[in-house]
Each structure stands twice: as structure tokens, then as C-alpha cells.
């Protein structure tokens, strides 16, 4: 109720004297970015809950699978083909960063991994930027000519395909991580990768399943990113910076928050393009955001060093 309360109060300020229909218009637009936030910080979860790693190569990964598709497009080829061979492309990345270097930096400390993963996202977005020089490119989806009216307002079937989508996968795969084996398990090696492999837990099977979903979700998140905000190597990959807030405000580990989180990262992001004065501070809403959320959910908590203990 709280946070009803204070999402109506932000939007009827950044929205104060403007026609309703405009405020309608730039929420819409808002819930749709918000999601593909969302989409990003799940990914991350999902993928920081089985292994630890806060995967900031996730953006970059989007961003070749986005690329790649819209390259096939340009060669005639089928285009839902495009997108199954883009998505594939960022599948094969995770993995092969899951496979290959990840469990190499198993036991080393979190910002290790974070760190190398960091490596990886520049990597990949200088062998993108090697193929494909900056230009101006469009990439679209048949969705984007579908539309329906929704309070009098038009929303392409692309935008509601987004939102639905992040409600979907949350709805899954917090059901699979709570309900299934393998997410059990995914758990248990995100406590403890030593007692879980004493266990009999198959960590880097449990671990390369973990990494294809996250791939596959980046993959996904990338396509999307390129067809409603814009088509750029540079601005996919950093479409990972508002998904780790989101993921931050699910603290890591609630599915629901981090879609909540993303959705009003979003929708604020967008609301504050109508202020003049605002709009230029747009870049800093996913910063501020994450920092109240956290700031909520550690209220009432005193603060322990080690001295104390």
C-alpha cells in the first residue's frame, strides 16, 4: 500500500499539468523499458543465486545477440529464424563464460567475479563493435504494427509481449527454483559450493543450466532492447546498469521485488522526460531507486562491525 502510495505521488508530480493522455502515453511507454529491466535483473538473479556471479557481461550479450539478428535480417534470411540464431548467440556466450572461466573463479571473493565478468563485457562489445561500425540502424519486430486501445490509449502488442513476459518468467522460474530439483539445488550450491559438491550435487551441470538461462533470458531481453529503445551496441550493454537496480531492490534473491523494482525504474525514468528540469538526470533514476530500496528494507537494523561481534 505504502508503495502505491508513493509511486501515485511520483507520478502526479512529474505529471502535474500535463493532459492525461500524454501521462498515459509515457507510463505506457515507461511500464514497457521498466519490464525489459526486469527481464535483465532476473536474468542476473537467477544466475547470481546458483553461482554467485553478478554478471555484468550480461548487456553486452544482449547486445551481439541483437546485432547478429539484425545482420541475418539484412542477408534476406527468415526473420524468426534471425531471432532464434540471435538468442542462440548469446546462449553460446554465457555458457561458454560459464564453462570455461567461471568455475576457474569459483572460490574467489564476489567482486572477483564480478570483476572478470566486467572483462568479459568488454570483450565481447569490442568484437561487436569490430564487426559493426556506429551507425544508425532500425531494428523491428512484426509486433510493432500491432496495436490495441487500452483506456483510450494505443500499446503495441510488442510492449504488452514484454510485460507479460516478465510476469511470466517470474511466475516460473520462482516456481522451478522452489518447487523442481534442480532449483533445490541451485540453491544449495549459492550457500555453499563445497557442501554441495560433498552432497553428490553435479555443480557444473546444476551450474551450466543456470548460465543457459540467463543466457537465453539476455539474448532475449537484447532483441527487445534494440526494437523498443535503440538499436546500439553501447546502449544494450549498458541496459545491464538500471537491471542490476532492479535486481538490487529484489535484494538479490526476490523474484517479484526485482520485477517491481524494474517496472518503476522504468516508468519514472520515462515520467520525468516531461520536466524540464528533470530530464537531464534521467541516467541517475536507477542509482536512486536502488539506494531507497535498500535503504527500506534495512529500516529498524543496527549497523555491526566486526569490532562488536
Do not use: H
Request: aromatic letters at 8%; glycine letters at 10%; hydrophobic letters at 60%.
Amino acid at each position: 500500500m505504502l508503495y502505491l502510495i508513493a509511486i501515485t505521488a511520483v507520478v502526479a508530480v512529474l505529471g502535474y499539468g500535463k493532459p492525461l493522455k500524454v501521462i498515459g502515453l509515457f507510463a505506457v511507454s515507461g511500464l514497457a523499458t521498466g519490464a525489459l529491466y526486469a527481464l535483465g535483473g532476473i536474468g542476473l538473479v537467477v544466475l547470481y543465486r546458483a553461482t554467485g556471479v553478478l554478471n555484468i557481461a550480461y548487456g553486452a550479450m544482449g547486445a551481439a545477440a541483437a546485432m547478429f539478428a539484425w545482420q541475418l535480417g539484412q542477408w534476406g534470411i527468415f526473420a524468426p529464424l534471425t531471432w532464434v540464431c540471435g538468442i542462440a548467440l548469446a546462449l553460446v556466450l554465457s555458457l561458454a563464460y560459464g564453462r570455461g572461466i567461471a568455475p576457474r573463479l569459483a572460490f574467489q571473493p564476489p567482486v572477483v567475479k564480478a570483476v572478470a565478468t566486467l572483462g568479459a563485457a568488454l570483450i565481447i562489445l569490442g568484437g561487436v563493435n569490430f564487426f559493426w561500425v556506429d551507425d544508425v540502424r532500425k531494428f523491428s519486430l512484426p509486433t510493432d504494427t500491432i496495436g490495441i486501445q487500452i483506456l483510450g490509449l494505443r500499446v503495441t502488442a510488442t510492449r504488452l509481449i514484454v510485460l507479460l513476459t516478465a510476469i511470466a518468467v517470474v511466475i516460473v522460474i520462482q516456481s522451478y527454483l522452489k518447487r523442481s530439483v534442480r532449483g533445490l539445488q541451485m540453491r544449495s550450491i549459492a550457500n555453499d559450493r563445497a557442501l554441495s559438491a560433498l552432497l553428490g550435487i553435479p555443480i557444473l551441470r546444476v551450474e551450466t543450466l543456470a548460465w543457459g538461462i540467463s543466457g537465453l533470458l539476455a539474448g532475449f531481453t537484447g532483441l527487445l532492447f534494440g526494437d523498443l529503445i535503440r538499436l546500439e551496441p553501447t546502449v544494450i550493454t549498458f541496459m545491464v546498469i538500471p537491471a542490476i537496480a532492479a535486481a538490487i531492490c529484489g535484494r538479490l534473491e526476490n523474484l517479484w521485488l526485482v520485477l517491481i523494482g524494474g517496472l518503476s525504474i522504468g516508468l519514472i525514468e520515462s515520467l520525468m522526460t516531461l520536466s524540464p528540469l528533470l530530464k537531464t538526470i534521467r541516467p541517475v533514476t536507477p542509482f536512486v531507486i536502488a539506494v531507497l530500496a535498500m535503504l527500506w528494507m534495512q529500516r529498524g537494523m543496527r549497523l555491526i562491525f566486526d569490532e562488536e561481534k
